[in-house]
Structure formats: structure tokens, C-alpha cells
């Protein structure tokens, strides 16, 4: 979750060493020819085709169509107050180094004095997060980040002493969190952001729920839109599950590397086409046999 230069080589070292055949048309480049072209004018989110919320896609009926408003739950705001702590604790650790901080030591000693500060900050307007059970779950990501990034900094300052402020930094912390893409060419909203993008161009997107295919579909459409934006390949990309133990005293990650096939690329030209079809011309898809519990639409949609 918290990654050093010493991850990318590693994540990058494995995606080296798995195979990879993508057909050329369904390269993100490619966004102005069949099959990639947007089948309407319309533009929706990443979240609208990878949310893992509904079979038959209602909940983009009711978003778009009915204009309900979403209803959160715990699962959601979990979800996050994570994110929200992650992007903030990526924020305060470039900001540190940046003032000049040459030591592990010292960092650690700065970075900790902030913890109220930031955690003030994180959590607010939660309904169903209680403040304790929140508090606990920052303070395990804020120590670990900590540890981490401590003990970053000393093994890189070790390389040399004539790496510029930029560049250790760089190598510390190589992530980018929330990463801006326009994704208009493919038929998505103008400024999606990715949950983190290691450097170069490795995607990673963090889920607090077990995994759903639907997982991938986010995936490939972030690196389609990175493909039409950049025009450079995107392969692979890594799914980090966070899994928080019942005694809420560690979190276990899981990294799920997945490839940017030509299937899943297939299955996100499939349900972009169908939802934007759903939203233009109205249609009702009906509810599914059994909706997760975690849809934000959940009450108002089994009324509907």
C-alpha cells in the first residue's frame, strides 16, 4: 500500500515476466475507430461501469435516469475514509521531505506531530464510522506509512550524496495518488483519477471490499484512457485488496496482478455501451435476482 522504489522493481519485474498479446484496435489510441468509439455522446464514471454494485446495471437507471440520491452505509464510508487517509498521508510525506528532512529519525519525529492535524481533516461527515473505530484504523495506516517511509528515506540517502531533493523524494515515495486522466476519448468523464500510479506508469487501485470481476473493467478503462491520453502501452495493473483483521490491531494487503486483456478490454467496450445506452434512452434494466448490499440505492431501488 505503501510502496518504495524497491516495489515498482519488484511489481515491475513480474509484469516483465508474464505474457502479454494485445490486438492492436484495442489499443486506447486507437479511440476514434470501432470498437473503442463511444456509442453516445454522453460521459459517465469509472465508478458507473466498475462499482461491482448491480447485475443488470439499475444502479446507473437510478443515478441518471431517476436522479435519486445515493444513501451511504459502513462498507462505503469505510471505503472511504481509507482512500481519504491514504492520498492525505502521500500528501504530508512528500510535503516533509520537501522542507529538507535528511533523516529517518527526523522525519518520523515531524510526520507524527501532524497525526491530530491530518486526522481532523480525514474524518468528517461520516454517518455510520464511529470516531473511535476510525481513529483506530489511522493510526495503524499512519504508523505504518511512517515506518515505511522512515526507513525509505535512510536506505536512499545511503546511494549517494549528490542525489537532488527532487529525485530522493521521487524515490522514496514513487506514487502519484489520485492521478488525473481524461478519458473523454473513450467515452468517460474529462478528470477520473486513479487511486495511485507508481512511476512510470504502473496503475495501482486500492478496494476495501472482496473482489468483483467488475474490479478489472475499472482497470482496462484506466488504461485505455491512459493509452488515448499518452499514447504509451498499458499492459498490467495491480488490485490492492485491504482486508483490517476482527481486533483491528493490522491491515493485510493482497496484490492481484491483473492483465489488461483483450477480453477485459472487450467487457468494458460492453458495459460502457450498454449503460451509456441505459442513461440515453432511459431504460429501465430491471432489478437483478439478488442486489449487493453494499448499493447505495439499495432502499429507494427495491420501492422503484
Request: hydrophobic content about 40%; overall charge negative; some cysteine.
Amino acid at each position: 500500500m505503501f510502496f518504495t522504489f524497491e516495489d515498482v522493481i519488484r511489481i515491475s519485474r513480474i509484469f516483465r515476466r508474464k505474457p502479454c498479446e494485445i490486438s492492436e484496435e484495442l489499443r486506447g489510441w486507437h479511440w476514434d475507430e470501432y470498437p473503442l468509439t463511444p456509442s453516445y455522446s454522453i460521459r459517465i464514471n469509472v465508478s458507473d461501469i466498475a462499482g461491482g454494485f448491480c447485475p443488470t446495471n439499475r444502479y446507473v437507471y437510478m443515478k441518471y435516469v431517476l436522479r435519486h440520491k445515493e444513501k451511504t452505509n459502513f462498507r462505503l464510508e469505510l471505503g472511504s475514509f481509507i482512500h481519504k487517509v491514504y492520498h492525505m498521508i502521500i500528501c504530508k510525506v512528500k510535503s516533509i521531505l520537501y522542507e529538507g528532512i535528511n533523516s529517518g529519525t527526523n522525519f518520523k519525529e515531524v510526520f507524527n506531530k501532524s497525526s491530530e492535524e491530518i486526522f481532523s481533516k480525514v474524518y468528517s461527515n461520516f454517518q455510520f464510522l464511529k470516531v473511535n473505530y476510525a481513529k483506530s484504523i489511522f493510526e495503524i495506516l499512519w504508523n505504518q506509512s511512517s515506518n515505511i517511509y522512515a526507513a525509505a528515506l535512510d536506505r536512499l540517502k545511503s546511494i549517494s550524496p549528490y542525489l537532488s531533493l527532487d529525485g530522493l523524494i521521487n524515490l522514496v515515495i514513487p506514487i502519484i495518488a489520485e492521478f488525473p486522466i481524461d478519458g473523454t476519448l473513450i467515452g468517460l468523464n474529462r478528470a477520473i483519477r486513479i487511486d495511485a500510479m507508481l512511476y512510470p506508469h504502473i496503475i495501482v487501485e486500492l478496494k476495501t471490499r472482496s473482489f468483483k470481476p467488475e474490479y478489472e473493467i475499472g482497470l482496462a478503462a484506466y488504461a485505455l484512457a491512459i493509452e488515448s491520453q499518452y499514447e504509451i502501452p498499458i499492459n498490467y495493473a495491480v488490485l490492492l485488496e485491504i482486508k483490517l483483521d476482527e481486533k483491528l490491531q493490522n491491515f493485510n494487503f493482497y496484490e492481484k496482478y491483473v492483465l489488461i486483456s483483450d477480453e477485459i478490454r472487450e467487457r468494458f467496450i460492453e458495459r460502457r455501451d450498454a449503460i451509456m445506452r441505459i442513461i440515453e434512452e432511459k431504460i429501465d434494466p430491471g432489478k437483478p435476482e439478488k442486489c449487493p448490499e453494499d448499493c447505495p440505492f439499495l432502499e429507494v431501488c427495491s420501492d422503484e
